[in-house]
């Protein structure tokens, strides 16, 4: 028997009495019930492992929990028994508390029982108490709690309609894939994405309620799954399909092998959610628009990819819907450019970084100076000097044109006014300014030009406003006020880019118009149509297009007869001049006379000897 101490007896004598068979009282020092029956009928499933990593002795829960006799379990390695040799870093730890080296290890393994069930544990090693060598194995049953954690996880991970993964779990596939590890173990490097949405789904919701539309999503779920089973990749590899919302979806291809497999699936996406849809009753036809990114997993994140997958799949709705587009990495550069003037738009005009130029407009039958249109640059820090055509859209998106406008309203006039102090001898000549529509709804221009007039003192008959013809044609209400208000000011209102849109000669005589400017299209059909060996014979007449010719002549006919006079743009040869003068064009404006030139060089071109005619400047 062993000795008598004042406090409880350790395991390590309870398992050397286990071993040798001693009989050990420890009822004499701990009173009922003894260690070893505690130990023994434990609920928690427990064995004592010597420095050795053998067990020594294991209780009667740890052999049911393993289904195996417990006597079975003394003299095998503890480490076998639970799994703790299967990863390096629990081998270490495990090592480490053997040890004595780190005070506990704790992990969480899935063991297999004799009867072939499996079930998760959680593993528990720590030493024993006081300096008795050797250590205390303790193994928790986590089954249900892992299980009830793997449902949970699926609840909050998959999309209760059409039970795909959701945004969550697809985020965390693709943050995955696009980690180093994922493709330098024998992966292609590459990853491809095909992100999608039904075209019209909202109007399904409205009208038929959303408990059809969420039927509807379902059942687009169905076929997007069994795309991407039909699409394995030559690794056997499934396309992971999401709904990231509302209708909105998803096909993640992770070791993609190019573009060409992307372009397949998407091509296949498409045309399987083209087949019409039976739902609570009703044939249901939806199609869908899709943007498809693919590239080199180094170096890409999952925002950058979900940014140029979004960018691609708004390029497929701009381009006209049910259909995929390819990422354009030069048409990305472009929208970025656009995105980059646009913020810095509104600054550049406090910061004075515009300009104007001119160009003349030219009385076809003398060859004078009548006019000058101002076109604005952008003189940008970054991208140089910009024409309109790059910024005044995006003006007029984001309503910067109404101070942009006015700015080249006051300047226009200004200079127009200088001009005519510094040559009195000179017939005055007209600034023409363009106008947007927004500047007519959200400013209100005839104060704005009253203003600019009085301040700059520009006799209103010298300043002419243009206007396109779609903003100007079925004009009612405010725009058809406002026109009215600036022409009975003694303004001149001009229709620009007239013939490419409504054309609708008899509607003129009810707008307060008094100028068309022929759109340049019709001008260049001046050209020769034949070529240029028959040009040279012809000594430089050339042959014109009688089809565009026969139509300007009408055009300008009609137009005399509304008493408006015809301005033709983008002259470029003294043909196309001779052909317009014939047909009784009135004023032209092009390369032949003027590019668009600083304000100094009309100044030169007005002070030139004998009659300020375009003569003077010849062609560029």
């Given at each position: 028997?062993?000795?008598?101490?004042?406090?409880?007896?350790?395991?390590?004598?309870?398992?050397?009495?286990?071993?040798?068979?001693?009989?050990?009282?420890?009822?004499?020092?701990?009173?009922?019930?003894?260690?070893?029956?505690?130990?023994?009928?434990?609920?928690?499933?427990?064995?004592?492992?010597?420095?050795?990593?053998?067990?020594?002795?294991?209780?009667?829960?740890?052999?049911?929990?393993?289904?195996?006799?417990?006597?079975?379990?003394?003299?095998?390695?503890?480490?076998?028994?639970?799994?703790?040799?299967?990863?390096?870093?629990?081998?270490?730890?495990?090592?480490?508390?053997?040890?004595?080296?780190?005070?506990?290890?704790?992990?969480?393994?899935?063991?297999?029982?004799?009867?072939?069930?499996?079930?998760?544990?959680?593993?528990?090693?720590?030493?024993?108490?006081?300096?008795?060598?050797?250590?205390?194995?303790?193994?928790?049953?986590?089954?249900?709690?892992?299980?009830?954690?793997?449902?949970?996880?699926?609840?909050?991970?998959?999309?209760?309609?059409?039970?795909?993964?959701?945004?969550?779990?697809?985020?965390?596939?693709?943050?995955?894939?696009?980690?180093?590890?994922?493709?330098?173990?024998?992966?292609?490097?590459?990853?491809?994405?095909?992100?999608?949405?039904?075209?019209?789904?909202?109007?399904?919701?409205?009208?038929?309620?959303?408990?059809?539309?969420?039927?509807l999503l379902a059942a687009v779920a169905e076929r997007l799954t069994r795309c991407a089973e039909e699409a394995a990749g030559p690794r056997g590899g499934v396309p992971l399909v999401a709904r990231l919302g509302g209708d909105e979806f998803a096909l993640l291809v992770e070791d993609s092998t190019g573009t060409e497999q992307l372009a397949d699936l998407a091509g296949s996406v498409l045309a399987a959610l083209q087949e019409p849809f039976e739902i609570s009753g009703r044939r249901l036809s939806v199609t869908a628009s899709a943007g498809v990114v693919e590239r080199h997993t180094a170096g890409t994140t999952p925002t950058a990819l979900m940014q140029a997958a979004d960018t691609t799949l708004y390029w497929a709705k701009a381009?006209?819907?049910?259909?995929?587009?390819?990422?354009?990495?030069?048409?990305?550069?472009?929208?970025?450019?656009?995105?980059?003037?646009?913020?810095?738009?509104?600054?550049?005009?406090?910061?004075?970084?515009?300009?104007?130029?001119?160009?003349?407009?030219?009385?076809?039958?003398?060859?004078?100076?009548?006019?000058?249109?101002?076109?604005?640059?952008?003189?940008?820090?970054?991208?140089?000097?910009?024409?309109?055509?790059?910024?005044?859209?995006?003006?007029?998106?984001?309503?910067?044109?109404?101070?942009?406008?006015?700015?080249?309203?006051?300047?226009?006039?200004?200079?127009?006014?200088?001009?005519?102090?510094?040559?009195?001898?000179?017939?005055?000549?007209?600034?023409?300014?363009?106008?947007?529509?927004?500047?007519?709804?959200?400013?209100?221009?005839?104060?704005?030009?009253?203003?600019?007039?009085?301040?700059?003192?520009?006799?209103?008959?010298?300043?002419?406003?243009?206007?396109?013809?779609?903003?100007?044609?079925?004009?009612?209400?405010?725009?058809?006020?406002?026109?009215?208000?600036?022409?009975?000011?003694?303004?001149?209102?001009?229709?620009?880019?007239?013939?490419?849109?409504?054309?609708?000669?008899?509607?003129?005589?009810?707008?307060?118009?008094?100028?068309?400017?022929?759109?340049?299209?019709?001008?260049?059909?001046?050209?020769?149509?034949?070529?240029?060996?028959?040009?040279?014979?012809?000594?430089?007449?050339?042959?014109?297009?009688?089809?565009?010719?026969?139509?300007?002549?009408?055009?300008?006919?009609?137009?005399?007869?509304?008493?408006?006079?015809?301005?033709?743009?983008?002259?470029?040869?003294?043909?196309?001049?001779?052909?317009?003068?014939?047909?009784?064009?009135?004023?032209?404006?092009?390369?032949?006379?003027?590019?668009?030139?600083?304000?100094?060089?009309?100044?030169?071109?007005?002070?030139?000897?004998?009659?300020?005619?375009?003569?003077?400047?010849?062609?560029?």
């Open positions: 028997m062993s000795g008598t101490s004042e406090g409880p007896a350790s395991a390590a004598d309870l398992d050397r009495s286990a071993v040798t068979g001693g009989d050990v009282d420890l009822a004499a020092r701990t009173g009922p019930p003894t260690y070893r029956s505690v130990f023994t009928a434990a609920p928690l499933a427990m064995a004592v492992v010597d420095a050795e990593g053998m067990v020594v002795s294991a209780n009667d829960t740890l052999g049911a929990l393993l289904g195996t006799d417990p006597a079975a379990l003394a003299g095998r390695a503890a480490a076998d028994l639970v799994d703790l040799a299967s990863d390096a870093g629990t081998w270490h730890a495990y090592r480490e508390v053997l040890r004595g080296r780190q005070p506990r290890l704790r992990c969480t393994r899935r063991l297999k029982r004799a009867d072939g069930h499996s079930l998760w544990v959680q593993v528990t090693v720590a030493p024993l108490a006081g300096e008795t060598p050797g250590l205390l194995l303790s193994v928790s049953d986590i089954s249900a709690r892992r299980e009830l954690q793997a449902r949970l996880r699926h609840l909050q991970m998959h999309d209760p309609v059409t039970r795909l993964p959701n945004r969550a779990l697809f985020f965390e596939r693709l943050t995955a894939a696009l980690e180093a590890e994922t493709y330098e173990n024998g992966g292609t490097g590459r990853v491809g994405l095909c992100y999608l949405d039904l075209d019209g789904f909202k109007a399904v919701n409205d009208t038929l309620g959303h408990r059809v539309g969420d039927r381009d006209g819907r049910a259909r995929w587009t390819l990422f354009d990495p030069e048409r990305n550069a472009t929208r970025m450019t656009r995105q980059a003037l646009a913020a810095t738009l509104r600054p550049a005009i406090d910061r004075g970084e515009f300009a104007l130029e001119y160009q003349p407009l030219v009385g076809m039958d003398d060859g004078r100076v009548r006019g000058v249109e101002a076109l604005i640059r952008w003189n940008h820090p970054q991208f140089g000097v910009l024409a309109p055509n790059r910024f005044i859209a995006l003006a007029e998106e984001d309503g910067s044109i109404v101070p942009l406008g006015r700015w080249i309203l006051r300047t226009a006039c200004r200079q127009a006014r200088r001009w005519q102090l510094d040559h009195p001898g000179e017939p005055p000549i007209f600034v023409s300014v363009n106008v947007a529509v927004r500047q007519v709804w959200d400013s209100d221009l005839v104060a704005d030009v009253a203003a600019t007039l009085e301040e700059t003192g520009l006799a209103p008959r010298l300043l002419q406003l243009e206007l396109t013809e779609s903003a100007v044609m079925g004009s009612a209400g405010r725009p058809l006020q406002v026109l009215k208000a600036l022409s009975d000011m003694g303004v001149r209102i001009a229709i620009d880019d007239f013939g490419t849109g409504y054309s609708n000669l008899a509607y003129l005589s009810r707008l307060p118009v008094s100028v068309l400017k022929l759109d340049g299209a019709f001008v260049r059909g001046f050209q020769y149509a034949g070529t240029p060996e028959a040009a040279a014979d012809d000594a430089g007449e050339g042959v014109a297009n009688p089809a565009d010719e026969v139509i300007v002549e009408a055009m300008v006919q009609l137009a005399h007869r509304l008493g408006l006079t015809v301005t033709a743009e983008c002259v470029e040869t003294s043909d196309q001049a001779s052909r317009l003068r014939r047909i009784g064009c009135d004023t032209g404006q092009g390369w032949l006379y003027s590019r668009p030139v600083a304000p100094d060089r009309i100044s030169a071109l007005l002070g030139s000897s004998g009659t300020p005619g375009i003569q003077a400047a010849g062609k560029p």
